[in-house]
């Protein structure tokens, strides 16, 4: 058996420990020497394996392809970050002036350049915040507007979000009290109308992001909301700023005010395709009261969100945008090309297929994305998911689907190598 120490002179590990801190090349170290022990190993073989079990940074976190076909994968993080999203995070890291200005040398408003970019792009809020998620922006407003008052909701939007949070046990933690109006299917007009009172704070509308009613449905619409005497929030989600061709039926944030509501909230992680966020969007006076609400440090968005935001807003079109535009035709011709590359390999059964793909937990629930996918033999899922460079795909009937939907183009040589090492 080698001692540590020895293990750990080797140059390679002198230089990762610089890399990645000692505590983790040590552990790492260590784990090879325990394979030493049960034979595993032999002695001089140890530094090697102990090279090779590197992570790549220090973080327990793997970058992975997401061939799952769900653009908005919530066990996948979300929206991945475009690469300008990407640049100006690496640039917030350091020092860097997100409160300072430094043509005054003075303080200056916390993340004013996100926040501008923002409000030009939603043109229709008067006002723009920016939280830590859809579920601290929906807070806010009700800890600031609804501590013990009543908010009226239909119920057919009592929503799971999931991982077991609900909407309405969330306005309930901060004390306010659920007024639920219509039934599962249906309301009216009239069933809000009678259920406002002086106890009322807002009406709220949240969208059914996850799911669909069909059949004999009744909504109402924002418009019609907007003409009852109390403020009218809406949660929409998906964190679309203007409405998508491609979705028609997804809420956003744009049309909402326009229609008269007080107030929005929206994830900036969906849709989007930005950092994990929450945007409260509408009425200036009121949020500008929300921003100075004392419980609002609890939810500050940290600087690289800030940065990422900005970059997602002003900067090239985000990877959940570029998924959304990708056209099924295209899509086969891909699948089509990485099953000639993997036709050289030996009995490998392996065909390029049409598939659907969706949005995912974030939005638009029940749309069909057409796509294509390169069908594989199942037991190649576990292989490729603890692979080097870990790709997600789903099985279907028996076979792993490797669909293209959420994947870079600029990925398929990866995914190909991939499979190459797992056959
Ligand atoms: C996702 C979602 C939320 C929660 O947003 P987070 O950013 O996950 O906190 C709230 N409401 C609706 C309608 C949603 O779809």
Redesign the pocket.
């Known amino acids: 058996m080698p001692r540590t120490d020895e293990v750990l002179a080797d140059p390679r590990l002198v230089g990762a420990a610089d890399r990645l801190g000692p505590g983790l090349v040590k552990q790492v170290v260590l784990e090879a020497l325990a394979r030493c022990r049960t034979g595993e190993l032999s002695p001089g073989e140890v530094a090697d394996a102990a090279v090779a079990g590197l992570p790549s940074a220090a973080t327990t976190l793997r970058s992975v392809i997401n061939a799952t076909g769900v653009v908005v994968h919530t066990n996948l993080g ?1 929206a991945p970050l475009s690469s300008a999203a990407v640049d100006a995070m690496t640039i917030a890291a350091g020092a860097t002036d997100v409160e300072l200005s430094l043509a005054t040398g003075r303080r200056d408003r916390r993340g004013r350049g996100t926040l501008a970019a923002l409000a030009a792009a939603v043109p229709a809020a008067g006002g723009v915040h920016v939280v ?7 807070g806010l407003v009700t800890l600031a507007l609804a501590a013990g008052r009543e908010v009226v909701v239909a119920r057919g939007e009592m ?1 799971e ?2 991982d077991g ?1 609900r ?1 309405p046990e969330l306005l309930e933690s901060i004390g306010a009290r659920l007024v639920e109006v219509g039934t599962t299917n249906r309301v009216r007009l009239a069933d809000y109308e009678a259920a406002l009172s002086e106890r009322t704070a807002f009406v709220l509308k ?5 799911f669909v009613v069909e059949g004999f449905t009744a909504a109402v619409g924002v418009r019609e909301l907007a003409g009852l005497p109390v403020p009218v929030v809406v ?5 679309l700023l203007r409405p998508h061709p491609r979705l028609p039926q997804e809420p956003d944030a744009d049309s909402a005010l326009r229609a008269g509501a007080t107030i929005v ?6 849709l989007l395709g930005g950092p ?3 945007l409260l969007l509408g009425d200036a006076e009121l949020v500008e009261r929300l921003r100075r609400h004392p419980f609002a440090r609890a939810l500050r968005v940290d600087k690289l969100t800030l940065a990422a935001l900005e970059a997602t807003l002003t900067g090239p079109t985000p990877p959940v945008a570029a998924a959304l535009a990708r056209m099924p035709d295209d899509l086969l011709a891909r699948a089509q090309r990485i099953v000639e590359e993997l036709a050289t390999v030996p009995g490998l059964a392996v065909e390029a297929v049409v598939t659907a793909g969706a949005v995912g ?3 638009a629930p029940g749309v069909e994305l057409p796509s294509a996918a390169v069908s594989l033999p199942a037991g190649l899922a576990e292989p490729l998911r603890t692979g080097d460079r870990p790709v997600v795909g789903r099985v279907h009937d028996g076979r792993l689907l490797l669909d293209l939907l959420a994947v870079d183009p600029a990925d398929d040589p990866v995914l190909v190598e991939a499979v190459r090492r797992c056959t």
Do not use: C, E, Y
């Open positions: 979300r830590n998620n859809g579920a601290a922006a929906l929503v979000i999931g949070f909407i949240v969208h059914p992001s996850n949660d929409i989600g998906s964190g909230t929206a994830s900036g992680d969906k994990q966020a929450g937990g974030g939005g």
